[in-house]
T-cell receptor, first 114, second 109 residues
Framework: SAVISQKPSRDICQRGTSLTIQCQVD?????MFWYRQQPGQSLTLIAT?????????ESGFVIDKFPISRPNLTFSTLTVSNMSPEDSSIYLC???????????FGPGTRLTVL | DAKTTQPPSMDCAEGRAANLPCNHS???????VYWYRQIHSQGPQYIIH???NNETNEMASLIITEDRKSSTLILPHATLRDTAVYYC??????????FGAGTTVTVRA
C-alpha cells in the first residue's frame, strides 16, 4: 500500500481566491492523480501528473483553473484558482503502487467556497 | 465514462456474506476489474482486483465469470464497519480509474 497525506484536510474560502492543496507520498511514485468529488457525486479525474512533464488534463478541466505542480517523485500540488461556490468539493490525490499499478488514495481535502 | 453497471443499493445482515454484483460486458482482454470502497467521504480504499482468475485477500473475494462480462465481490462476514459505497471499476490501459455511481451497501445489525 502507500501512505498518502494531504494538506489542508479542509478549508473554507471566499470566492475569487485560490487554494493550493498538497499531496505527499511516503515513497517515490511515477504517476500521481488528482480527483474531484462534488457533493453527493462520484469521483471525477481532473488530471494525471507525472514527474518531469506537464500534467495531462481530462475533458472539462483546464490548467488555468487547476494548475498542478509535480516537483519530485513524492510530492504534488493542485491549485484551485479563482474559486466559486461550484468548486466546493472534496479533492483527492492518488498514486499508483505495486506490480499491477494499484491506485491508492489520500484522505482528501474538503473545500467549501462561500 | 464508467464501463460497469452496479445496483444502486443493497442491504445485508451483520455476520452474513455480502455478494456485490457488477456487470462489465464490454471489458477487453487485458483490462483488470478493480473494487474500491468509500466510507463516508473518506478517500476510496482499495479492496481487490483481478483479470480472469478468482482472487482472495484478507478483505474479500473476487469471482469473475469465465467470459469476464461480470464479477461478484464477496465480503465473507459483513460488519457494520463495511457500510460504504462500493465501486466496481474496469481499469483501462492508461491506468485511469473511471468511477461510476457504485453500490451503497448498508450492513444492518
Amino acid at each position: 500500500s502507500a501512505v498518502i497525506s494531504q494538506k489542508p484536510s479542509r478549508d473554507i474560502c471566499q470566492r475569487g481566491t485560490s487554494l493550493t492543496i498538497q499531496c505527499q507520498v511516503d515513497s517515490q511514485v511515477t504517476m500521481m492523480f488528482w480527483y474531484r468529488q462534488q457533493p453527493g457525486q462520484s469521483l471525477t479525474l481532473i488530471a494525471t501528473a507525472n514527474q518531469g512533464s506537464e500534467a495531462t488534463y481530462e475533458s472539462g478541466f483546464v490548467i488555468d483553473k487547476f494548475p498542478i505542480s509535480r516537483p519530485n517523485l513524492t510530492f504534488s500540488t493542485l491549485t484551485v484558482s479563482n474559486m466559486s461556490p461550484e468548486d466546493s468539493s472534496i479533492y483527492l490525490c492518488s498514486v499508483d503502487r505495486g506490480p499491477k499499478y494499484t491506485q491508492y488514495f489520500g484522505p482528501g481535502t474538503r473545500l467549501t467556497v462561500l | 465514462d464508467a464501463k460497469t453497471t452496479q445496483p444502486p443499493s443493497m442491504d445485508c445482515a451483520e455476520g452474513r456474506a455480502a455478494n456485490l454484483p457488477c456487470n462489465h460486458s464490454t471489458i477487453s482482454g487485458n483490462e483488470y476489474v478493480y473494487w474500491y470502497r468509500q466510507i463516508h467521504s473518506q478517500g476510496p480504499q482499495y479492496i481487490i482486483h483481478g483479470l480472469k482468475n478468482n482472487e482472495t485477500n484478507e478483505m474479500a473475494s473476487l469471482i469473475i465469470t469465465e467470459d469476464r462480462k461480470s464479477s461478484t465481490l464477496i465480503l465473507p462476514h459483513a460488519t457494520l464497519r463495511d457500510t460504504a459505497v462500493y465501486y466496481c471499476i474496469v481499469r483501462d490501459n492508461d491506468y485511469k480509474l473511471s468511477f461510476g455511481a457504485g453500490t451503497t451497501v448498508t450492513v444492518r445489525a
